[in-house]
């Protein structure tokens, strides 16, 4: 399967997921119809946008993009609950989050992650979360840049024990 990446696309606009979603899925469609081989293998994904004037992001899944690797909502759920909605909580909901922190960290997604992505989307901005195989994220990222796209990637990678430790703890039915 080969090396397994969570890559968040940061955007400075509310539109710029769905806009960099787009571009991934024309890719994907484009790479699998030519002879070159792929140039991303999509294995889940996750989308949130945070509009003006909005107490808290909107989440969504995308699971239905992708192929038999996808997690499930329940983790993206469990992930963006640690990144979001845990400085609302109160002291014993934080402390149990606390704990799934530790266990992220034990599949590759560090606690440095799930900072910087809480305190780089905000509202007025978006992000894409690709988990991906096989991928060349970099491709990806030079067609956005060459389409005028400002974007940051925020992006971890995992082993594949780790990644094994998610489809089996997380993999969807």
């Known amino acids: 399967m080969g090396k397994v990446t969570i890559t968040a696309f940061k955007f400075d606009t509310p539109d710029g997921a769905g806009q960099m979603l787009e571009l991934v899925q024309q890719l994907a469609c484009e790479a699998q119809s030519s002879r070159g081989g792929e140039l991303i293998t999509l294995e889940d994904a996750a989308m ?23 997690l499930g909502g329940v983790f993206w759920g469990l992930l963006f609950g640690q990144i979001f909605f845990v400085p609302f909580l109160g002291m014993a909901v934080a402390a149990a989050m606390g704990a799934l922190a530790g266990k992220f960290s034990t599949y590759g997604i560090a606690n440095r992650f799930v900072r910087s992505v809480g305190e780089q989307v905000v509202e007025g901005t978006s992000a894409l979360f690709l988990m991906t195989s096989s991928s060349v994220v970099d491709r990806v990222a030079e067609a956005a840049r060459q389409k005028g796209w400002a974007f940051e990637i925020i992006s971890t990678n995992l082993s594949t024990e780790q990644e094994t430790q998610l489809q089996q703890d997380f993999g969807a039915a």
């Open 48 to 70: 949130v946008t945070w509009s003006p004037g909005d107490k808290k992001p909107r989440t969504r899944h995308l699971g239905d993009m992708t192929g038999a690797g996808a």
